[in-house]
């Protein structure tokens, strides 16, 4: 047996070089390893006075980057292969990998690189859900042969479930045994044998991390106040734009409280559950990601009076709402820094912010730290506890004023410290523990998701499959479904449940933009979004096909005149907004890996729960194609396309659904009779109606 040695970190040092053409009087490197701050990572010349480098602990994995000359140049690095972020940016790409993987992985070749392994009695690696404990053990991909569980003196066989460049995953589930016991886990490869454990385990002692139930029966959709609806001239800005006008980054169009409260019934009409607002408080910016205060909205929007209004009239509609709360940094005119600004040293706040020097001055490349460099953005100090508990009474407040608050989604809420979110859950779970907390994470967020943080972020990692594989069209079949499922695996399954899935925000590009204007892309893409685990967040005017670019150019006001009965896509939208809520499966079903075939572009997914089914198929390419897919796996049915109203009957010993696909469509496929037919006008099930009304009354939503 052979086992190489294993490394402790989960990190090594990189060191990045830029070798400039003309002198610099700084470098800086940013990238996602430290919040693309221009100004954390500074880089030291060598004396040739055109060489610039800087060595930093990098976490294993993929990173991008860019370097900054002069506190405001952003380039890429010229030795490095660079890729589009997905967001209209082209970063530099850098994959770090442990020291001992320079030996390549080979099953059966006797060996197991000991560094990959990774296993704790504790989420991500032990985990209780739905009656089960779920065991999994993290290796290097293509590495392990075989894994097993071994307990209770049986040996129970681990699923290799999914990887990616560096690691893959085995797992296995057994039904929860009640009292202390415990388990190993052996791994095999060639003659290499390693076993893992034995791990004690106590479930009456362990905690469980319980997300809402009711948002993974939801649909989100996501509103930018100022463009969604004016319904009121007398907030209007006195340069209020025309509403068709070109978006800038500061000019305000006059979408407020009135224009939303008017259009409720069209959200109804959608099948949304949930309404998240981008924030609302007072600021001067037309996004309001810079607070002047968080217990007041932005009078442009309208008066907390008005919200509350708002809120009885949402409730009156089964509709609750999330907010979005922004506590990394605020607007200089927040009275804590404005009395910096004015007093100087003197001031009674200088713990709130991280001031370098005097006279405090809003400028650009700022004496204070700033969120991106950005002057009219000052970073708070959350480790400082005055401003810990002025930002922790948020969340009561809008709680206990206005009727309705589901939820909060946190803004770049993996730039604030760890410590701060373990706080701030207990104290939002202390009000209601179906409360949803989303935070804004574009990768891996499976530090901030173990229980004690947040329950659920924003999808980026779902859309950037679906722009690789669909809109670009860069990825196969299998790759877009080993990405798919390797994000699923990567957080316990009441995570993946419940992450906010999107294909455009107000951060990036519209989708349909992305597939060059083809909504036949778009519909693919939704086809996946409404069925995959998780709950659908549309951004305004997704589903009537508003088009738009890079910010601000995906900031337009709604367009209304295509909100109409004709418009296909709109039907569409509406359509899988029924299909999903009639069904369990999904809503809560584990998803199955059916079938892929890359040379045809098509694939196959199943959701599964007890007593429930649904099966996906996707065919992207450009050719009608002939689909065969197993229903082994699941319930022995006939099926119906709930897209088409097409019936199939399964066949062999395979049970296999031969159908024909048009080009880039998809299909949805349902078992009969167990479920009333597309055209019936309940489009909940009872069991979901249930839950969700008892998730509204619990939320102070309720009727």
Known sequence: MMLLAAAQAETSLHTFRYVADTALTSVHVAGTFNGWNNAKNPMKVDPDGRTWTVTLPLSLGQHQYKFVLNGSNWVVDPRAKSQDDGGGNTNSLLFVQPADFKIPAALGDGRITASAIKHSNAIPYFNVDQGQAQVAVRVRTADVASASLLIGGRTVPMSRFAGDELYESFKAAVPVKSGRFSYSILLKDGAANRKLGPYQIDPAKTPAFVTPSWVSRGIVYQIFPD???????????????????????????????????????????????????????????NHRYEADTYFELDPQFGTNAEFI??????????????????????????????????????????????????????????????WFGFPSMPKLNTANRQTREHLLSVAPFWYKTAPGLQGVRLDVANEVEMDFWRTFRKKVKGLNKDLWIV??????????????????????????????????????????????????????????????????????????????GDQRKQMLAASVQFTWPGTPSVYYGEEIGMQGGVDPQNRHGMEWSKATEQNDLLKFYKRLSQIRQSSEALQVGEPIRLASDDAAGVLAFARKSKGDAAIVVLNRSNERRAVSISTSQLPTAQWQNALTGEKLSPRGAGRKLDFTLDPMTSAILRPLPAQPSISAPKVKTRRAMSLYADSLERTGVSN
Not at 244 to 265: I, M
Not at 309 to 329: R, S, T, V, W
């Open 439 to 516: 935070g804004e994470h574009w990768g891996d967020g499976r530090a901030w998701l173990s229980g004690d943080q947040w329950d659920s972020m924003m999808g980026y990692q779902f859309r950037d499959a679906n722009l690789r594989f669909i809109a670009e069209e860069r990825t196969t079949a299998s790759q877009y479904l080993d990405t798919l499922f390797r994000v699923y695996d990567s957080y316990v399954p009441q995570v993946s449940r419940n992450l906010m899935l999107l294909l455009s925000s107000h951060d990036t590009p519209r989708f349909v933009t992305l597939c060059g």
């Open 227 to 285: 463009r969604f609806a004016n319904g009121s001239k007398d907030n209007d800005p006195k340069d209020v734009m025309p509403w068709d006008g070109t978006p800038t980054y500061g000019n305000r169009f006059g979408g407020d409280v009135a224009g939303v409260q008017s259009k409720l019934s069209y959200l109804k009409s959608l099948g949304v559950s949930t309404v998240y607002f981008n924030p609302i408080f007072k600021s001067p910016s």
């Open 309 to 370: 209004e708002l809120g009885k009239a949402m409730k009156a509609q089964g509709l609750g709402y999330i907010l979005d709360l922004c506590l990394n940094h605020t607007s200089p005119r927040f009275f804590a820094f404005n009395d910096i600004v004015e007093k100087g040293p003197q001031s009674a706040y200088l713990d709130w912010y991280f001031i370098k020097k005097f006279p405090v001055v809003v400028k650009n490349q700022p004496d204070y730290e700033a």
